[in-house]
């Protein structure tokens, strides 16, 4: 049988449609001749979520989402087909949340329960929530931003005042100044630093010489024999003693001259006699020298 041109150009086309209908499928992520199993999600809101988003779990892609079922009598009810990867166990308390990148990519992330050995059945129905993103977040945010929005204008504008207050400029000012005593300071004690660093050799060298004098000073002070000297002095105390015993006794000439009176009478008186004839002498030395040239004269 012999295919007239008609006929190859429509069987191109037909082909070419099927292409292109499995092309647009697998670019969307579903499989025509998948044996995935299906669950249902149930959500109350759906914002950015499309048929082919694509199922994570820990991060890994395990499905897409094949169908939205909007429930018009009950519009919180949207019910959301998942084809899952039969290999992956879905344990009891699943939960599916919407969760949404920076670029706005939207997907749905598994929340795969605790208990691994109690298992949903292939159809089971499982909740479904929106995970609130930073964006979310920002934008509950937004109220308590206005609301600080005039009390920031009236720090903005106290923070001018002050900008502009002269009173600033001057603490500017004495800061310079402080800047400039803090470094004419920290020279000061950078040359400080230095010249003791080169008289600490000397000092160095003197405080040895005080130690070795210490020292040699300690060894003398070892050397003394300090029993011998406590004898030496034990006797000079005791002749001391001996001789104020002497003087205090009326036996001997010390004792006597402390303790008679008439023998300290006598040497007083003999003393003003010696003192009279000196004086006598002093005044008539003829009377007791007599010098001639000639010879004697008889008186």
């Known amino acids: 049988m012999k295919l007239t041109n008609e006929v190859k150009i429509a069987l191109v086309a037909i082909v070419g449609i099927v292409l292109l209908f499995f092309g647009l499928q697998y670019l969307k992520g579903k499989k025509m001749f998948s044996t995935d199993d299906y669950y249902y999600a149930q959500f109350d809101d759906v914002t950015g979520m499309s048929a082919a988003s694509p199922v994570y779990a820990n991060g890994f892609k395990v499905g897409v989402v094949e169908d939205i079922v909007y429930d018009y009598a009950h519009p919180e009810n949207i019910v959301a087909a998942l084809s899952v990867d039969p290999r992956l166990n879905m344990p009891k308390g699943t939960r599916a949340e919407i969760t949404s990148d920076l670029l706005g990519n939207v997907r749905i992330e598994l929340r795969l329960g605790p208990n691994?050995?109690?298992?949903?059945?292939?159809?089971?129905?499982?909740?479904?929530?929106?995970?609130?993103?930073?964006?979310?977040?920002a934008a509950a945010m937004v109220p308590q931003i206005e609301q600080m929005l005039?009390?920031?204008?009236?720090?903005?504008?106290?923070?001018?005042?002050?900008?502009?207050?002269?009173?600033?400029?001057?603490?500017?000012?004495?800061?310079?100044?402080?800047?400039?005593?803090?470094?004419?300071?920290?020279?000061?004690?950078?040359?400080?630093?230095a010249t003791l660093n080169q008289q600490m050799?000397?000092?160095i060298a003197k405080t040895n010489g005080v130690l070795e004098n210490t020292e040699g000073l300690t060894r003398q002070l070892n050397s003394i024999d300090v029993a011998s000297t406590m004898n030496k002095v034990d006797q000079t105390l005791n002749n001391v003693e001996q001789m104020t015993r002497a003087l205090n006794s009326k036996e001997g000439t010390l004792g006597l001259l402390m303790h008679d009176a008439q023998l300290y009478n006598n040497m007083n008186a003999t003393m003003h006699d010696a003192d009279q004839l000196l004086i006598d002498f002093k005044q008539h030395p003829k009377r007791y020298v007599h010098f001639s040239v000639f010879g004697k004269k008889d008186k």
Do not use: F, Y
């Open 116 to 137: 691994p050995l109690e298992l949903m059945q292939r159809g089971d129905t499982i909740s479904g929530s929106i995970h609130k993103g930073m964006m979310d977040k």
């Open 150 to 193: 005039p009390k920031l204008d009236s720090i903005l504008t106290s923070v001018n005042t002050l900008l502009a207050s002269p009173a600033l400029a001057n603490s500017l000012n004495n800061v310079d100044h402080i800047t400039s005593n803090l470094n004419s300071a920290t020279h000061e004690l950078s040359q400080l630093s």
């Open 201 to 203: 050799p000397q000092m």
